[in-house]
């Protein structure tokens, strides 16, 4: 059983048009982390986020934490080609822990 | 070069070989992990070292084994490689339980 559900698991859209990714559990998490992984790389972190309800901007892509810390979602705002990637969430479920949970991912694919 | 690195990038192997994966960092970050990357399963955590000769098992460690007697090196070991442990496998590290985590280029291992 995957602790971290990430929905869509495939996404291909036109360049310009909105998308979001979910990322959702039943366990509560202390803080939250997305990252993007390119082909033939290892996965860079985007964003943490901690607090529940919080919102944090990177340029285009938007991150919410849910007012409960059990799920998460990653807003893109005009798709570019430089967004392609597979998008994966992964939660820490105890403050502090070292450990890091990842969801199944999300892999993205914007059409020019 | 700074950074983390892993050797080798690619890795073909048959059933009951032993098989080693290094992993290789230059920032002297005390914490290094192992994850494997498999279709619809996101990244999963094989083993894990808190500090030189401290190792932990996460949530997949069976068939592999990990040794840590200098901060910067983490091998990982397959004693006898099985076709299940044909996957993507990423190293990561970083300074404290708080920190990002930044992750190797990744080895792709086949078992044949």
């Known amino acids: 059983t995957q602790l971290l559900e990430q929905s869509p698991q495939f996404l291909s859209i036109q360049e310009g048009e909105n998308l979001t990714v979910y990322c959702n559990s039943s366990?509560?998490?202390?803080?939250l982390q997305w990252y993007r992984q390119e082909p033939g790389e290892g996965p860079v972190l985007l964003v943490t986020?901690?607090?529940?309800?919080e919102v944090k901007k990177l340029k285009r892509l938007t991150f919410q934490f849910g007012d409960a810390r059990k799920d998460s979602s990653l807003h893109i705002t005009a798709a570019q080609p430089g967004d392609t990637g597979l998008y994966l969430c992964?939660?820490?479920?105890?403050?502090?822990?070292?450990?890091?949970?990842f969801g199944t991912g999300t892999r993205l694919t914007i059409i020019p | 070069d700074a950074g983390i690195t892993q050797s080798p990038r690619y890795k073909i192997t048959e059933t009951g070989r032993q098989v080693t994966l290094m992993c290789h960092q230059t920032?002297?970050?005390?914490?290094m992990f192992w994850y494997r990357q498999d279709l619809g399963h996101g990244l999963r955590l094989i083993y894990y070292?808190?500090?030189?000769?401290?190792?932990d098992k996460g949530e997949v460690p069976d068939g592999y084994v990990v040794s840590r007697s200098k901060t910067e090196n983490f091998p990982l070991t397959l004693e006898s490689a099985t076709r299940s442990q044909t996957s993507v496998y990423f190293c990561?590290?970083?300074?404290?339980?708080?920190?990002?985590?930044?992750f190797g280029p990744g080895t792709r291992l086949t078992v044949l």
């Open positions: 992964a939660g820490r479920l105890v403050f502090g822990n070292e450990k890091l949970t």
């Open positions: 990561a590290s970083k300074e404290t339980a708080y920190n990002e985590q930044f």
């Open positions: 366990s509560v998490f202390s803080s």
């Open positions: 920032w002297s970050h005390s914490y």
């Open positions: 070292s808190a500090a030189a000769d401290i190792t």
């Open positions: 986020v901690v607090t529940g309800g």
